[in-house]
């Protein structure tokens, strides 16, 4: 199965950039919707951006939208969330997950299959 790796995370503060970035092992990753979900403490995780197998098609949380860019490079098993104008709600545990049975982008959190252990990212005012 496949595995997946965060990093990237920090401490940065307001209008800075971060590049999160999420490595996979395993099956090839082309087979795989990627998505990136956030969980602030006492909060629930929520849908953050996701990607198509091909890279052809994205889809972002309102929050995020202008924002963020996620990008892949299958020939690297890397898929990417530029941050830039990072704001201080973005404060949270950012995850990377894979899913393997959807053609297009995947927003909901239940139908990815693996996940990674997350990166912290922190943005101060």
């Known amino acids: 199965q496949v595995q997946l790796v965060e990093s990237g995370g920090g401490l940065v503060q307001a209008g800075a950039s971060l590049r999160l970035s999420c490595a996979a092992s395993?099956?090839?990753?082309?087979?795989?919707?990627v998505g990136w979900f956030r969980q602030a403490p006492g909060k629930e995780r929520e849908f953050v951006a996701t990607?198509?197998?091909?890279?052809?098609?994205?889809s972002y949380a309102d929050s995020v939208k202008g924002r963020f860019t996620i990008s892949r490079d299958n020939a690297k098993n890397m898929v990417y969330l530029q941050m830039n104008s990072l704001k201080p709600e973005d404060t949270a545990v950012y995850y990377c997950?894979?899913?393997?049975?959807?053609?297009?982008?995947?927003?909901?959190?239940?139908?990815?299959?693996?996940w990674g252990r997350g990166t912290q990212v922190t943005v101060s005012s």
């Open positions: 395993g099956p090839p990753f082309s087979n795989y919707v």
């Open positions: 997950a894979a899913e393997a049975h959807w053609d297009a982008v995947v927003t909901r959190l239940d139908p990815y299959d693996y």
């Open positions: 990607i198509s197998r091909t890279g052809v098609t994205t």
